[in-house]
Structures are given as C-alpha cells and as structure tokens.
C-alpha cells in the first residue's frame, strides 16, 4: 500500500527528535493554533522516489514515532475482582454530572456521571497501580516529560437509560490542568456482556482503534488524540480514567 501517512503531533517532548533526524529530509512542519503538525512519508509515492527512499533509511526512528503515537492495551491492570470493588466503592461518593472542558454542559455532546475517587476512602491503592502503569509505559512507549498526577481519577458510568456516551473530543483544553494532561489512561471496570454499545474508539489517524472490553484492562494513549465513547444502548458501562501531566504541549 502506498500512500502518505500525516501524523499530528502536539508533543514538544518529540518535536526535538523530529527537527533533528526527520524534518530535514522527509517532514515540513505548519503550525496549526497551538499543536505542531507534523506530516511525514512512511511509505512514500513512486512519484516521489527521493523522499521514499529516505523515509526507508529511518526504520528505527518510525518505529519509536509508531509507539509513541499508538493506543496501547494492557491486559489484566485490574483484577475482575478490583474491578467490582472499586464499582461497589465509588456508591459511597455523590455522583455528579460529566461536563465538558470548560466545565460546560451539552448533553448532545456528553452524557455521564461521574465520582473522583480522592473522594472515596480506602482507594489509594489505586492510584499506586495507576502510577506504575504510567511509569512502565512512559519508559517503553511515549517517553514524554511527565511529572505528576494533577487530577484525581475518575469512574464514569454511561447508562442506556438516557443514552450515555460522550462525542469526539480531545482531553487537552485551556484549563490550568487540561492543557498539562499528556497522557490518558482508560480502565475497563464493566464485563462486556453487561451492556451494548459503549465503546471507547481512539483516532490516533485516519484509522479508528476500538479499545480492549475486557474487564480490567486499560488502554493509554497520548491526550492529544481524538477519541469518544459511543452510546450505550442497553446496560451501564463503567470506566475509571486518569491523566498524567507534564508542562503542556506548545
């Protein structure tokens, strides 16, 4: 298949790698409001053969752009059984409405519940298995400047009964902590045969990656990409997600 690959990248964390070892010969670069879109040949036209034939001498410099632009899935973060235990927990909290970024409402866009567990006791444990998660994948993917956990996580439910889901949308916004979040991780806290519909779809480019359903696993991805959670039609779908920060992508 040939064909030109546009990979959009609002990761100062990679625009030094990308200045250095691509943008002489295979990449031009635009600036696009705040992100920095980068466009460069995997495969390359027969038109173009000179830029084909250098996009071929960087394999190991597409391979580490493949990884920290994927959406990665990881078996078995969480038991089924700390799933069910951190459901059961979060009922003690009061529930509020999901809004958008901006802390504004528009249910044609989203359509949730949601309960941060710094609010709910006994759940520190959570978060020490979230943060080795993110180390562990921060060091063999993405290698972004992280530096802390600014938000508390959060479990969302998103029931049938009034057509929960939540629309394309990116997690980085002009908030003082949505435009350090750089990277996102999704937990699976429902079993697959418990609800319809629902699924968490990631658009890392022109192609759409459905998450992983099973119960436990957690799927991470930049939080500059597009994804959204389409609606549910039948059951509740429960997910626990939170975001790792560093100084915010120019």
């Known amino acids: 298949m040939t064909g030109l690959v546009l990979l959009c990248i609002s990761s100062c964390d990679a625009m030094s790698f990308f200045r250095k070892t691509l943008f002489p010969k295979v990449c ?32 190991r410099q597409r391979q580490m752009v493949a990884k920290m632009m994927g959406v990665h899935s990881i078996e078995g973060g969480f038991t ?12 003690v909290a009061p529930a509020r ?8 409402r528009d249910h044609n866009l989203r359509r949730s519940d949601l309960v941060w567990l710094d609010e709910v006791d006994g759940m520190a444990w959570v978060m020490e298995r979230l943060i080795d998660v993110v180390r562990t994948s921060n060091r063999n993917w993405f290698d972004f400047d992280l530096r802390e956990f600014a938000e508390s996580p959060q479990v969302a439910s998103y029931d049938a009964t009034d057509g929960g889901h939540f629309t394309w949308h990116s997690d980085i ?27 968490l779809e990631v658009m890392p480019g022109a192609h759409i990656i459905a998450a992983n359903r099973t119960q436990g696993s957690i799927t991470i991805f930049p939080s500059f990409h597009l994804h959204q959670v389409t609606p549910v039609s039948r059951g509740t779908r429960r997910s626990l997600t939170v975001w790792a920060h560093g100084p915010k992508f120019q």
């Open 97 to 104: 409405e999901a809004l958008l970024v901006g802390q504004n």
């Open 80 to 91: 089924p059984e700390e799933c069910d235990e951190i459901v059961i927990a979060k009922t």
């Open 28 to 59: 031009r670069v635009t600036e696009q409001t705040s992100l920095n879109v980068v466009v460069f040949c995997l495969f390359g036209r027969k038109r173009d053969s000179a830029l084909q034939e250098s996009c071929r001498s960087y394999p």
């Open 173 to 199: 916004g002009d908030g003082p902590m949505a435009q350090k979040r750089k990277l996102t991780l999704v937990a699976q806290l429902s079993k697959p045969e418990r609800y319809d519909g629902g699924d």
